[in-house]
């Protein structure tokens, strides 16, 4: 549910901040004028019915504080229609006793047991979980492609985003009138009353969503079709929007465009678009990523270079610098090294992923006589370097024996963003 499909502030003619004493005032006024027992002609009769069931119903509500807090949080309480099969309650006694006349408890159809209360809101634990709750984000997301380089030096980004905007000629209605239709179903409440039978002279009473105007109480009026959207409420556009990456951007972050995004004739108003990155172009570096933040590099080697202490050059790191990393010890095949803070930028606490290089052995790929053995064992791959002094020298850390302290941490997902508490949600984009 959307909305509280009674306004039962309305109804009782009270604003939102109405105190218990002010809603009793209210219930007994309208209580006087509407009770059935005061109205003779028929057609008054049946519309003071009506309206008396509509005000006890409200005053039923509003002047129980849980059940008040429920409606203002959800717009559905338990207990939602009183019960008049008894008939209706005596003025003297809505009056003398403020509480609620005929609500709750057995029915009044004997011989049949019913299960859930009379009159309650049987399904009430249900509708929680009915997927309509007013609590439920509207959200959409937007993938944008980072390449790799650019989330070191930072760059700019205009991008166009699809959505489905709010039809101004019927304000989001989808007729001329710029007016819904109550829905004849579930007479606007959003939910329907079933019964069904659960064994022999056993019923039980449930609510149960409406599909006829998907829990929203009103539908769209055909008989005035908005030409403008085809009576949808939304029209196809684009939104444009410059966004920054800085130098040492965490990928992983969250862009958030509050209230901007697809238009929900629903809940009338705007979802949040989430702005969400994926990194291109690391194969052009021959760098996979491995745990959000680290980049993986496999390196085949000459096996003569393993055993002869060999320095690595990695000329086109994505950051744009040159490294070079000595082999100071025995590499074994498969043997796997690292080098601190040459990974990924991690925002969060200002540090990098980091560069796990993996040793993988050339081996001869048929069986080979003693000599081509040998020269194949002696093959040295030299790397044929220029300007060596504009690689910056790094150490390998052997994952054995050093501590991996520059792990990222992993705790921060994206699914970490959805957090209520707002300490490590998306970053929001001022709109
Ligand atoms: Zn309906
Ligand atoms: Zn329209």
């Not at 218990?20 to 005061?38: F, G, M, N, S, V």
């Not at 074994?332 to 930028?345: A, I, N, Q, S």
């Amino acid at each position: 549910m959307s909305q509280p499909k009674k306004d039962y502030y309305a109804i009782l003619e009270i604003n939102k901040e109405a105190s218990q004493e002010e809603i009793t005032a209210a219930y007994r006024q309208l209580a006087k004028k509407w009770h059935p027992d005061r109205h003779k002609d028929p057609e008054k009769k049946k519309l003071a019915e009506e309206k008396f069931k509509e005000i006890t119903e409200a005053n039923s509500i509003l002047s129980d504080e849980n059940k008040r807090r429920q409606y203002d949080d959800f717009g559905l309480c338990d207990g939602e229609t009183p019960d008049f099969s008894q008939g209706f309650p005596d003025l003297s006694e809505i009056f003398g006793n403020m509480g609620m006349p005929g609500m709750g408890g057995m029915g009044g159809m004997p011989g049949f047991p019913f299960m859930g209360g009379m009159g309650g809101m049987g399904g009430m634990g249900g509708m929680h979980g009915m997927g309509g709750s007013r609590e439920v984000k509207i959200q959409q997301e937007f993938k944008v492609k980072l390449k790799v380089e650019e989330i070191f030096t930072g760059c700019e980004k205009t991008i166009e985003i699809p959505i489905e905007d709010i039809c101004n000629d019927c304000d989001g209605t989808g007729s001329k009138s710029k007016k819904k239709k109550t829905c004849t179903d579930c007479k606007g409440k959003g939910v329907k009353l079933m019964v069904r039978q659960i064994g022999p002279g056993m019923i039980s009473q449930q609510t149960v969503p409406c599909s006829t105007c998907e829990q929203k109480g009103t539908v769209v009026d055909k008989t005035n079709p908005c030409t403008n959207c085809a009576s949808k409420g939304t029209k196809s556009s684009k939104l444009t929007k410059k966004i920054t990456i800085k130098k040492n951007f965490d990928y992983q972050t969250k862009m958030c465009l509050r209230e901007s995004g697809n238009y929900d004739t629903n809940h009338g108003k705007k979802a949040d678009i989430y702005i969400i990155f994926k990194l291109t172009d690391l194969e052009n570096y021959n760098l996979k990523i491995s745990n959000d933040y680290d980049l993986v590099y496999d390196l085949d080697i000459k096996i003569w270079d393993a055993l002869s202490g060999y320095t690595i050059y990695l000329p086109n790191h994505p950051s744009g610098n040159k490294y070079s990393f000595k082999l100071g010890e025995i590499i074994k095949d498969g043997d796997v090294r690292f080098v601190k803070k040459l990974g990924l930028p991690n925002d969060d606490n200002g540090s990098f992923g980091k560069l796990i290089i993996k040793f993988n052995y050339v081996y001869p790929k048929t069986i080979m006589d003693n000599e081509n053995l040998k020269n194949f064992l002696r093959d040295k791959d030299e790397p044929k370097i220029q300007n060596k002094n504009d690689f910056i020298k790094e150490k390998l850390c052997n994952p054995e024996i050093e501590m991996d302290d520059h792990r990222p941490n992993n705790s921060r997902n994206f699914r970490n963003s959805h957090r209520e508490d707002g300490e490590s949600g998306p970053e929001c984009i001022q709109s």
